[in-house]
């Protein structure tokens, strides 16, 4: 018997890959932030470091992640409406498997559109000089936000009554870098923002993938991060566990 | 009536206060086709819900061929189908794709094959390498009853499965229930249209209040109410016959 869970994943990955506009889509609102900071506010902007592109990226990237999510939660709410999910429940499969491909389809095709926008981030200069294993560290760590971020879309898709509902939940996600050390240092923002600004999960997963990538460290706060991003899917996916029982009657 | 399919006993179910079932019993044989008919909001959809393992029951027995419901899902999940309100099916996907993806799904030995052979059987072979979504909605519902049928179950669910079709696509899908319950399958087919019931079931349930009300044959149905008249009126044409009459046997392309 094949395995489920593999079997949805291709079924999503083709229609996915039948309409590549979701991945441009997707990309193309980060990739005009990239353009609007670099070429426009760039140049105000002090970081200290290096161009001001590379400081940029790793903010970007969660940025488009998080604007990639809302499809997450559209399919399955789609999945949901359509009564496709209730044929997949009412068949001798995993139930699980269900969720499980959707939270994989998440992770394929963030990890396009992250490699779509760092290509163009190469056409406007960045540069990193980190070996294979701190880019795969990177990479993991992209991979862990967004599996977190897919989970808590599975709580929202699964529970959400309109198609709006099902991906408003994703604004405040792409809000968060801007309050964080993705685009300035946080050491310039007045106290109460600052404190906000550095403990919430997007600063540290961005000062670890730049240590990763331009300082050839792990650096101190990738411990912060993983903690960050593990127990926010850790968390998101017991509730939509609940919220899958829950549905089921 | 041979071997049971299905045989429920004092099923109940509210939802938050409201009570839907108030204690429904039937039993289905295999090959034949049960009618539950009701008006909306009578439980229908509940009943047929309870029986596909996607909402618990507060209390009753339900077992398809011999599994209990609640007790062993795994085993009842191999033993039906179920065709919901609206046509399950991956628009972005072409026909064929998505009988494949059942076919893989539940785990048949020659998914292609399988899936060819479908499509062959419910006339979508020249549209089987189109997406479902630009079908009409009568070949939706046709894959859509395809794709309830691999694996071969021993029971398939069609929950209104008319509704909101045209005439034409509505007959199309009654010769195609007809077919299944022929090859043996027992068929549990909600519907409020009256005529529905009268053409296809072998038995008919008349769900009201939470209650089966009244469960028999057609005929038998007949008998306990108002006995036949005889009456001599002028046969008019109803609007259906009018209608099929002037399309003719448009057959879709």
């Given amino acids: 018997m094949r395995n489920p869970t593999g079997v949805l994943l291709g079924r999503m990955m083709r229609t996915?890959?039948?309409s590549p506009d979701t991945i441009i889509t997707v990309a193309i609102t980060p990739i005009m932030m990239m353009l609007l900071f670099v070429y426009v506010f760039g140049g105000a902007i002090q970081t200290g470091t290096g161009p001001y592109i590379n400081y940029l990226l790793p903010g970007i990237l969660l940025i488009a992640i998080a604007s990639g999510i809302a499809y997450?939660?559209?399919?399955?709410?789609?999945?949901?409406?359509?009564?496709?999910?209730a044929r997949f429940m009412t068949m001798p499969i995993k139930r699980s498997s269900v969720l499980w491909a959707h939270v994989l389809t998440s992770l394929v095709s963030n990890a396009l559109t992250v490699l779509v926008v760092i290509l163009v981030a190469l056409v406007m200069g960045f540069r990193s000089h980190a070996d294979l294993l701190h880019w795969l560290a990177a990479a993991g760590i992209l991979g862990v936000f967004t599996m977190a971020l897919a989970?808590?879309?599975?709580?929202?898709?699964?529970?959400?009554?309109?198609?709006?509902g099902a991906t408003a939940y994703s604004y405040p996600l792409i809000f968060l870098p801007f309050i964080s050390s993705a685009f300035v240092p946080t050491e310039t923002m007045p106290q109460i923002v600052r404190a906000f600004a550095e403990h919430q999960p997007v600063t540290s997963i961005v000062n670890s993938i730049r240590a990763l990538l331009y300082e050839g460290t792990v650096g101190s706060e990738i411990w912060t991060a993983l903690a960050w991003c593990i127990?926010?899917?850790?968390?998101?996916?017991?509730?939509?566990?609940?919220a899958f029982k829950h549905q089921l009657g | 009536m041979g071997h049971t399919a299905i045989s429920v006993r004092g099923l109940t179910k509210s939802f938050k206060d409201k009570e839907v079932l108030k204690g429904v019993d039937f039993e289905v044989g295999r090959g034949e086709i049960f009618a539950l008919l009701g008006s909306n909001g009578a439980g229908k959809t509940t009943t047929v819900n309870i029986l596909s393992t996607l909402v618990k029951p507060d209390g009753g027995e339900a077992e398809i061929c011999g599994f209990d419901v609640q007790r062993q899902p795994e085993q009842v999940r191999r033993s039906i189908s179920l065709t919901g309100q609206f046509a399950a099916i991956d628009g972005m996907l072409t026909g064929r794709e998505n009988l494949i993806m059942i076919a893989k799904l539940r785990g048949v030995p020659h998914p292609v094959q399988t899936a060819g052979s479908l499509l062959d059987r419910f006339s979508l072979k020249e549209a089987a390498n189109r997406r479902a979504d630009k079908y009409s909605g009568g070949m939706k519902r046709r894959l859509d009853i395809a794709m309830s049928l691999i694996g071969t179950p021993a029971v398939i669910f069609l929950d209104e499965p008319t509704t909101g079709l045209d005439p034409e696509a509505r007959i199309e899908v009654w010769n195609t229930v007809k077919e299944l319950a022929g090859g043996g399958t027992a068929i549990v087919l909600t519907t409020q249209y009256l005529e529905e019931a009268e053409q296809l079931a072998d038995r008919i349930g008349i769900l009201?209040?939470?209650?089966?009300?009244?469960?028999?044959?057609?005929s038998e149905l007949k008998k306990m109410f108002p006995p036949a008249k005889v009456e001599y009126i002028e046969k008019q044409p109803t609007l259906e016959d009018i209608f099929l009459e002037i399309i003719g046997n448009k057959e879709e392309k």
Avoid: P, Q
């Fill in chain 1, 16 to 18: 996915i890959l039948r």
């Fill in chain 1, 72 to 85: 997450t939660s559209l399919r399955l709410f789609t999945d949901v409406k359509s009564g496709l999910m």
């Fill in chain 1, 151 to 164: 989970w808590l879309a599975v709580i929202t898709g699964l529970t959400a009554r309109s198609m709006e």
């Fill in chain 1, 231 to 242: 127990g926010i899917m850790i968390v998101s996916y017991f509730v939509a566990r609940r």
């Fill in chain 2, 208 to 218: 009201h209040g939470g209650t089966l009300i009244k469960t028999g044959t057609l």
